[in-house]
């Protein structure tokens, strides 16, 4: 069955500080993978998405991340972490029609 | 271009009252969704449409009931209330195949 993984329920990082969330996933077959954020009372937002090719993909808001196959994993990061990055995080599966959703990562900024 | 538009923004209901929650989308998607989410627990499906006239149950259908009344428009029912459905509801659509999600702005619905 289909499942995301985010361990980090929630992270405190300084303002400049880099910043890495974690994103285990369960497929059985080439997985399509996407980070959304969501700022408070909003929808969900694409950062950015891997189908194939590059295992580096870049999104917006200068975030990375990168799938590694052999960890089942998609980990965002970004070098400097700004106070506007406050939000909550979450990553996902396509398979098929559907998305699976990880629970969400909070991310707290602090001056 | 408004892309996703759901209404109403916030509800209140009384447990055992009635209502449905609108969706349209204006991007020619095919598919669409509604999703909830509840703290810890992320953005669970709810229903889906693959396209026009087709529905189909995701992870947690019972208590609701959804309309695919047009391309545009996908609507979710709640005919009887009940406090366990106080969450957030968020519509999405997507074009075919392997592509992203575009999301509302959500409706926070609580039941008393």
């Known amino acids: ?111 | 271009n408004a892309g996703v538009t759901q209404t109403p923004k916030f509800q209140v209901l009384k447990t055992g009252q009635s209502m449905t929650l609108q969706c349209a989308q204006d991007m020619n998607h095919n598919s669409m969704y509604w999703y909830r989410q509840d703290p810890g627990m992320g953005l669970r499906l709810i229903y889906y449409s693959a396209s026009e006239g087709t529905t189909d149950k995701g992870e947690v259908p019972n208590g609701y009931n959804v309309s695919r009344l047009n391309k545009r428009e996908f609507s979710l029912r709640l005919e009887s209330a009940a406090p366990s459905q106080t969450s957030v509801y968020f519509c999405a659509s997507t074009l075919p195949g392997s592509t992203e999600a575009f999301f509302g702005q959500g409706t926070r619905l609580t039941v008393v």
């Open chain 1, 1 to 111: 069955a289909q499942s995301v993984t985010q361990p980090d329920i929630h992270i405190t990082v300084s303002e400049g500080a880099s910043l890495e969330l974690r994103c285990n996933y369960s497929y059985g077959a080439t997985p399509y993978l996407f980070w959304y954020v969501q700022s408070p009372g909003q929808g969900l937002q694409l950062l950015l998405k891997y189908f194939s090719g590059d295992t580096l993909v870049q999104g917006i808001k200068g975030f990375e991340a990168e799938f590694k196959r052999s960890q089942s994993s998609f980990n965002l990061r970004k070098p400097s972490v700004h106070w506007s990055d406050a939000a909550e995080y979450f990553c996902a599966v396509q398979a098929g029609n559907q998305f699976y959703f990880g629970t969400g990562t909070s991310l707290t900024v602090i001056p």
